[in-house]
DNA sequence: CTGTTAGCGCGTTCAT
DNA sequence: ATGAACGCGCTAACAG
């Protein structure tokens, strides 16, 4: 925190306190020259100004709050980077909360924390009809979702339906006998995502078409160990060769190794279809559902940022569509059945 | 944000806008009859204060920011509940910033962001004089240390060399080979906690004054992932029976793991020792040392509060002394080198 | 003990 | 185009 003020800051420039305001707010009604040696004392003083002053005389502290079940998890730093960077282009500044459990959820139930004192509010993946009374959050401000559909508030989300609906349609096309893994239940019944609901639906749906036999779901925690632990009793108990929908990338990526530790080739033995696209996905070769995380996360600031500028209209929904990224973890030859019960061993 | 100001308060309960401040701030002067009155009011209008404005006027907002390198590891999740727990005793807010990245991190070098805004800051596990010039926190508000010992600023954290020289003691007296699991050097260079280097020394002159061989270390990432990975190169190289610390208990899981998946016997052919004593590792029957985590947060959560309440010593350190609790884990009968050679296989 | 008043730093009038 | 004055919601100092 700078120990300038905007006093110092007019007299320095001598002009007025009002005229550094202005300049602060991009106010078009300065004159280039005096804009220019305001610019200069603002520069020599370090100075910046006070978010709670601002907040307290303009209303707006140009802050916003992400609410969000945990970070460190992929899908959550490509998010918080992307809605950062676009507020940091706007030069507001995010403040993350991340709501962990039940016990931090219901602390946020009351609208005197921090977190609503933002200019605004983006809240990732949580079902807010779920949570929260009226399945609204506590606050006046303007609150943007994502990864989660709304008919309340602008939402950012993608047709998850319609990418296990394309994973679906593959594997019947694939013809193999198909598994699935899938998010479990949450024991605290907080972090019940649509999103895997939606996944897991559209697969079913589009393998119904076909006359590919469905053999059974295998729920996991969605972190590599939990990959692994559902990976070894699929690995145990699948026929082969066959195909494994594996509702997030992560979850490939354990049931790859997982299978490469038993001699079973990818491709060839199982086929493997992700979900996610991320990064490292290409390097694995993997089979996947593409959807743009960095697009949905600058959309969502933007829509924020729109609505802090005034926009009034209806809740707006920004629903992105989903591809089918064809790669090496789907494409070997099946062998006669014969050839890979001996590879299996 | 409610949208009542202290002057509705003041005007519902019949008192002037100092009395319903002084309330708010456990004024002592104040009549208990008026006190209730005003506290009656607050209740009525569900009024609550605005820490912007308190920030302005009075200097403080009652928030502190917590800055961590991410959340989701279990240490920080652990960290993080008991300071919020302790913060909320005293009426304290609590913003979380993770700074996940170089390019976060180099974001906050800059002292207007927002976490710099609260009154005071805890700052867990980086090394400052890595990160920030002067080894400083660009602010003046009070900052607490957490897993991480420093000379400028109050600082909690573990004896960690002393927990690696229990362990290696201990490995001294079980008289097996020893190896060991350690943190790899991370690839941006920001996350470089001298934890798992003190704990290592620790370990190592711990061992030195035994007669047991110390062969090598794999280093690895700290989650389950990476821990399998080492794991995996660990037990091809391996003589058994032996021993291995596994600087984190998360590493420690992953090896146990791993080396059940081989058919050999923790305890017996494989002696293991973690760090942290999670507590997941009870029911694990892990070796390991303990390490209150709890108590430290609220520990700094306590210093960072006096700071606040104006005092002004100098910088103060809570080092935590860990003691290892013994388990299954090295507890098992080791057996002739001949027989165990057939377990292995 | 308690009411009144002067700022805190800034945005926003309203004149000029 | 720009300076001066007022007010945002609150705390703190000053009277009583």
Chains 1, 2 share one sequence.
């Not at 403040?95 to 016990?103: D, E, H």
């Not at 694939?174 to 939606?198: C, H, I, N």
Request: proline share 5%.
């Amino acid at each position: 925190m700078s120990k300038h003020t905007i006093q110092d800051v007019a007299r320095r420039a001598r002009v007025g306190v009002g005229t550094v305001s202005r300049v602060l707010n991009n106010h078009p009604s300065v004159r280039k020259s005096t804009r220019d040696k305001v610019l200069a004392a603002i520069e020599d003083l370090g100075y910046a100004p006070n978010p709670h002053a601002r907040r307290i005389a303009g209303g707006r502290s140009y802050t916003v709050s992400v609410m969000l079940p945990m970070v460190s998890v992929e899908f959550y730093v490509r998010l918080v980077n992307a809605i950062e960077e676009c507020l940091d282009e706007n030069r507001f500044d995010m403040a993350i909360f991340p709501l962990l459990g039940r016990a931090r959820i219901e602390r946020y139930l009351n609208s005197n924390r921090i977190a609503y004192q933002a200019d605004g509010i983006i809240m990732c993946t949580y079902d807010l009809g779920k949570l929260f009374p009226d399945g609204a959050l506590p606050t006046e401000h303007p609150v943007v979702l994502v990864d989660n559909e709304s008919d309340h508030y602008d939402s950012v989300f993608l047709d998850n339906y319609y990418g296990g609906y394309l994973v679906g349609e593959y594997a019947g096309r694939l013809g193999l006998p198909a598994y699935s893994m899938t998010l479990e239940d949450d024991p605290e019944g907080v972090f019940v995502s649509q999103v895997f609901v939606d996944r897991k639906r559209g697969f079913d749906d589009g393998i119904a078409s076909s006359n590919v036999r469905f053999v059974r779901d295998y729920p996991c925690g969605l972190h590599h160990q939990g990959g692994v632990q559902a990976a070894q009793q699929l690995l145990d108990e699948a026929v082969f060769p066959c195909t494994v929908f594996a509702a997030a990338d992560v979850l490939a990526g354990s049931l790859m190794e997982e299978a490469g530790r038993r001699g079973l080739v990818v491709g060839r033995d199982i086929k493997v279809i992700g979900f996610d696209d991320q990064p490292w996905s290409q390097d694995m070769k993997l089979t996947t559902v593409h959807q743009p995380i960095e697009v949905m996360g600058r959309r969502a600031a933007e829509m924020l940022l729109e609505r802090l500028s005034g926009y009034e209209g209806p809740p707006r929904k920004a629903r992105f569509t989903p591809h089918l990224v064809e790669r090496d973890s789907t494409l070997g030859e099946v062998l006669p059945a014969k050839y890979v019960a001996i590879a299996e061993r």
